[in-house]
T-cell receptor
Framework: DTEVTQTPKHLVMGMTNKKSLKCEQHMGHRAMYWYKQKAKKPPELMFVYSYEKLSINESVPSRFSPECPNSSLLNLHLHALQPEDSALYLC????????????FGQGTRLTVV | GQQVMQIPQYQHVQEGEDFTTYCNSSTTLSNIQWYKQRPGGHPVFLIQLVKSGEVKKQKRLTFQFGEAKKNSSLHITATQTTDVGTYFCAGKGAQKLVFGQGTRLTINP
């Protein structure tokens, strides 16, 4: 299994809603990542987890809250988002932290209304 | 902070023509990776280069890493319509992977 699975694929939420994005991999990878990608732009790193511990937080606003319940799962909790947070949210994993190839999930296309 | 510049931003070619995209880093990189993202898709890993001056080939794709480990290129020979997409380089510096802006390749069949 060489897949990173993200759910949901699409999400529309209001600015007062609370929602969560989920990511799962069963490749035994010990590093997992959240990226945000706006249209026609490169992925921007948000968070890195290494061995289930938060390794990097790229000064992301607190309305985004990551969680790594175990080595296979990564969540991103969303609360009080703004319309400008609308984007494709990509989860990725790699065997170790950015040493070799990252496998990306299909992404969650988020629209904040 | 670390920056990775990628040019050109867009490239339109006739099918069968060659294509090259270039990456330049502001700092020395420990490695550089290349990804392809099809329209509506997600980035897919193509290759990683680690050694100074390294050249790797994958069929019609040739990847180079500069001697100073600050620049890289991807060259596609005789493009096909399946090559359409955005090609990103991603450079690993001291800590994290930084993506270039990407080169969007479109092809006239």
């Amino acid at each position: 299994d060489t897949e990173v699975t993200q759910t949901p694929k699409h999400l529309v939420m209001g600015m007062t809603n609370k929602k969560s994005l989920k990511c799962e991999q069963h490749m035994g990878h010990r590093a997992m990542y959240w990226y945000k990608q706006k249209a026609k732009k490169p992925p921007e790193l948000m968070f890195v987890y290494s061995y289930e511990k938060l390794s990097i937080n790229e000064s992301v606003p607190s309305r985004f809250s990551p969680e790594c319940p175990n080595s296979s799962l990564l969540n991103l909790h969303l609360h009080a988002l703004q319309p400008e947070d609308s984007a494709l949210y990509l989860c990725a994993s790699s065997q170790e932290e950015v040493e070799i190839e990252a496998f990306f999930g299909q992404g969650t296309r988020l629209t904040v209304v | 902070g670390q920056q990775v510049m990628q040019i050109p931003q867009y490239q339109h070619v006739q099918e069968g023509e060659d294509f090259t995209t270039y990456c330049n880093s502001s700092t020395t990189l420990s490695n550089i990776q290349w990804y392809k993202q099809r329209p509506g898709g997600h980035p897919v890993f193509l290759i990683q280069l680690v050694k100074s001056g390294e050249v790797k080939k994958q069929k019609r794709l040739t990847f180079q890493f500069g001697e100073a480990k600050k620049n890289s290129s991807l060259h596609i020979t005789a493009t096909q319509t399946t090559d359409v997409g955005t090609y990103f380089c991603a450079g690993k510096g001291a800590q994290k992977l930084v993506f270039g802006q990407g080169t969007r390749l479109t092809i006239n069949p």
